[in-house]
Every structure is written in structure tokens, then in C-alpha cells.
């Protein structure tokens, strides 16, 4: 069984796109007590949150399960390559600390995206950003 990590910090996802005019994206934050909010992020603002709500008893089961497992505090605070134009940011903070993955820009959902070749950290951000995405959804 996959060892289970207490949620003792808000757990935050940006998805942030840059371009002409400036960042844009999306900020998904799960609290210790499961509640959830996502929130639009333009420019240097982060707007109030349009969707709010809770994980359920079998989300917050594998939520913990899957933090165990990937070992979000073991993240490295850069991933990919440096600064691109217009580069897609995926952002996690976690506990005080940021992991902060660089990919080229365009779109694509969270799950198809794929972090530098042979990169386990890139793959496991990725990972739970699109987790956290997908259980937020409904």
C-alpha cells in the first residue's frame, strides 16, 4: 500500500501562460481540510476564486496516497529549461517551498503534457497537477 502523506500545508497549482499581455492562468489550492478553490491568475493579480468546494473521502484517500508516493517535498525548486518566450509555468507550493517547471509555450491539457525527457521530477509535478485538476472538476 502506498505510504499516506498528511496534508499539513496548503497545497497550490498555478498553470501559468505567458505572452503580450502578461501572465495568465489558472491557480488551484487545496487546503489541510480538503477544501478546495480555483481562481482565474491575471497579470500580477490572482481574482477571487469562481469555484469552491471539498475533496471527497475517496479523493482525499488517493490525494495523500499519491502526495506519499511522489514525495512532493523532495521536488527540486527548477525544472525544465530556463526562461522561454512565452513559456507555459506549472507552479506547485507546498509547505513553504516552490517547484516551478518550465515548458514551452501552448496548450494542452495538464495530463498530456510532458516534462523534459527522463525528467521523474517534471513527470510527477505533472502528475499531480493534472490529479488536482481532474478532482476539482466536477
Not at 25 to 53: E, N, S
Not at 125 to 138: D, F, Q, W, Y
Request: proline share 7%.
Amino acid at each position: 500500500m502506498a505510504q499516506e502523506c498528511p496534508l499539513w500545508a496548503a497545497l497550490t497549482i498555478k498553470d501559468t501562460q505567458y505572452g503580450f499581455a502578461g501572465a495568465t492562468g489558472t491557480v488551484w489550492t487545496i487546503a489541510p481540510d480538503f477544501t478546495f478553490t480555483i481562481a482565474r491568475h491575471i497579470g500580477l493579480k490572482i481574482l477571487d476564486p469562481y469555484k469552491q468546494g471539498r475533496l471527497t473521502p475517496e479523493q482525499q484517500v488517493h490525494f495523500k496516497a499519491m502526495l506519499g508516493r511522489v514525495g512532493v517535498s523532495k521536488l527540486p525548486k527548477r525544472l525544465g529549461s530556463g526562461p522561454r518566450v512565452n513559456a507555459r509555468i506549472i507552479t506547485l507550493s507546498y509547505d513553504g517551498a516552490d517547484s516551478v517547471l518550465t515548458l514551452p509555450p501552448g496548450g494542452g491539457d495538464l495530463r498530456s503534457l510532458r516534462g523534459p525527457a527522463g525528467d521523474d521530477s517534471a513527470a510527477a509535478l505533472l502528475e499531480i497537477a493534472g490529479t488536482v485538476k481532474e478532482m476539482t472538476a466536477s
